[in-house]
């Protein structure tokens, strides 16, 4: 087999392996996982789907870690684009409430799935310290704020819709939080 067959084989993989987590995350979303339901959508067979997330926890925890990936990978262009403080009003205002707001099956799934998705969950710590970190070398953060801290107090985005009723709470929520945390 040639380098090159060898190369299309995995880019075809992995475009698999992306479709199905994109037809995984709608249907987690929804509450309605099934293994089969997710092979037609992707496009490929049951056994595609097993050959990739041999159980529905592997399953689940990978959509999980995809949709942290989006959030963390947000922080650097945010912090690039905006001040400090306009970043993390940005990355809660528009990543991470709607995330926490889209997301209610995701959390559904992963708590009846019992999954320590602990990896995901200290990356989205991380991103969330790397705005801190910047905002308290502006000077516009108390240095003893813990980023662990700060996500717990964000919380109630799990309880918001994602409407415009929702966008101004979750604006609302932010704001709360950042006079906890602001010099």
């Known amino acids: 087999m040639s380098s090159s067959s060898v190369s299309l084989r995995r880019a075809d993989t ?3 392996r992306d479709r199905i987590l994109g037809v995984a995350a ?7 996982l099934s293994f089969n339901a997710v092979a037609k959508a992707a496009g490929v067979g049951v056994g595609t789907v097993y050959r990739h997330f041999p159980t529905q926890d592997a399953l689940v925890l990978a959509v999980y870690e995809r949709e942290v990936g989006h959030l963390i990978a947000a ?19 528009e990543y991470l409430a709607h995330y ?14 019992s999954l320590a998705a602990g990896g995901a969950y200290r990356s989205m710590v991380e991103a969330g310290a790397e705005l801190l970190r910047a905002n308290i070398a502006a000077g516009t953060v108390r240095p003893d704020t813990d980023p662990e801290t700060v996500l717990r107090a964000l919380g109630g985005l799990f309880f918001l819709g994602p409407d415009e009723a929702g966008r101004r709470a979750a604006e609302d ?9 602001a010099t």
């Open 173 to 181: 929520l932010t704001e709360l939080v950042w006079r906890g945390i």
């Open 14 to 16: 992995r475009r698999n």
């Open 75 to 93: 922080v650097p262009g945010l912090l690039a684009d905006h001040t400090p403080e306009q970043a993390f009003r940005l990355w809660v205002t």
């Open 100 to 113: 926490m707001t889209t997301k209610r099956g995701l959390a559904e799934a992963l708590q009846t799935a």
């Open 26 to 32: 709608a249907a987690v979303a929804t509450g309605e």
